[in-house]
């Protein structure tokens, strides 16, 4: 069962034509470190070059997803859109009385939403592809500005749309993986996501004779990559998780072979 990887959110990459239009502080916040901090951090370290069978092809965002998201629907517009001014907290990144033009909303989509859709689906044309998985890293807590502003998070999460984007046995063969191989975690179906994204609610459809490609996403908490006292980046811990997620998905590449 071939595996199709997305990770949307990878990059913390903003062309310098961008990035120089942008304010260098968001409430005081650098906006260097504001990047970073609104990526999927470490989720290109973790879900790339997994050295076993199984993987089809892996897809990446290329650029911030402030500066162009795949993971949303092309058309879509607003602080929630495809193309965006502010950051997941309703800042403002750039000075007060821009606006970004339809020609320059149309040259981001085309030179980086078209290019990971395409790349997407024409991995899926030989019809190899049976599963997707739409891979993230997610923050510990919630966003301060949000209904329920610093809730911990799970460990992991896996989002299914509450069993619509895979079969009941699929959904429960990749807790179960999930589970044996990151003991002592804390793992949740649809919480804190649902699987609710573009790419899965696109190319996960539900046939008449059943789903032709199961689709989950992914959601690992940062906290397993960074050390517990200072918060920073632990290159063996990520290497571990790194590990434990090429035997999860190598075990989902075997599914329904034994």
């Not at 903003?14 to 609104?38: A, K, W």
């Not at 619509?164 to 002592?184: A, P, S, V």
Request: aromatic share 6%.
């Amino acid at each position: 069962m071939a595996v199709l990887i997305t990770i949307p959110h990878c990059s913390a990459y903003v062309p310098p034509g961008i990035y120089s239009q942008m304010n260098t502080e968001v409430d005081g916040m650098r906006l260097d470190e504001l990047l970073l901090d609104q990526s999927d951090l470490f989720s290109s370290k973790i879900y790339t070059n997994l050295t076993i069978d199984g993987v089809h092809d892996t897809v990446e965002g290329g650029v911030h997803r402030l500066v162009c998201d795949p993971n949303k629907a092309r058309d879509s517009r607003g602080e929630s859109g495809v193309v965006v001014t502010t950051d997941f907290e309703r800042r403002e990144l750039y000075p007060k009385g821009f606006s970004l033009s339809k020609n320059e909303i149309e040259r981001r989509l085309k030179l980086y939403w078209d290019t990971f859709h395409e790349h997407l689906m024409g991995s899926l044309q030989n019809g190899e592809v049976k599963i997707l998985l739409d891979c993230h890293t997610m923050k510990p807590y919630t966003p301060a500005k949000i209904p329920a502003a610093m809730e911990k998070r799970p460990d992991i999460c896996i989002g299914s749309d509450g069993g619509k984007l895979c079969t009941e046995g699929m959904l429960n063969f990749i807790e179960k993986q999930l589970r044996d191989l990151f003991t002592n975690c804390e793992v949740k179906i649809d919480d804190p996501y649902r699987g609710r994204g573009y790419i899965l609610q696109t190319y996960c459809d539900k046939e008449p004779s059943g789903i032709q490609v199961h689709g989950a996403s992914i959601e690992l908490n940062r906290n397993l990559c960074t050390d517990p006292g200072t918060q920073q980046p632990n290159n063996e811990r990520i290497a571990e998780v790194k590990f434990r997620v090429g035997e999860i998905v190598e075990r989902i590449a075997n599914y329904g072979r034994v």
